[in-house]
């Protein structure tokens, strides 16, 4: 007798027929761009000689990935509270006029 784990259920490496159906579509479709690439890659090449940005782009990003993306994150330094409501204090008799 098998000791845990689940009895039955579906065998290993077992596929639905719509996941087998969709990997044949996949394959098929990449097949197809194969074939047809060429042409395209071609014309995209000639433009981009003729100065058409769009298509520098499209060959860059299809030849070496889109360029990474940065985000320059600036902290500033929390002060505690007390520090603040201070802070506050002096800038209210700062900014009232003296009699």
Do not use: C
Not at 82 to 91: R, T, Y
């Amino acid at each position: 007798m098998r000791k845990g784990g689940k009895t039955g259920g579906k065998q290993k490496g077992y596929k639905a027929s719509h996941t087998l159906e969709a990997q044949t579509q996949r394959q098929y479709v990449i097949k197809r761009f194969e074939e047809a690439i060429e042409p395209i890659t071609n014309k995209a090449i000639d433009q981009a000689k003729k100065g058409d940005r769009y298509a520098r782009d499209w060959l860059s990003n299809r030849s070496w990935g889109l360029p990474h993306q940065t985000s320059d994150i600036n902290v500033r330094e929390i002060k505690p509270f007390d520090d603040v409501e201070n802070h506050s204090l002096q800038e209210d008799k700062e900014s009232q006029p003296e009699d």
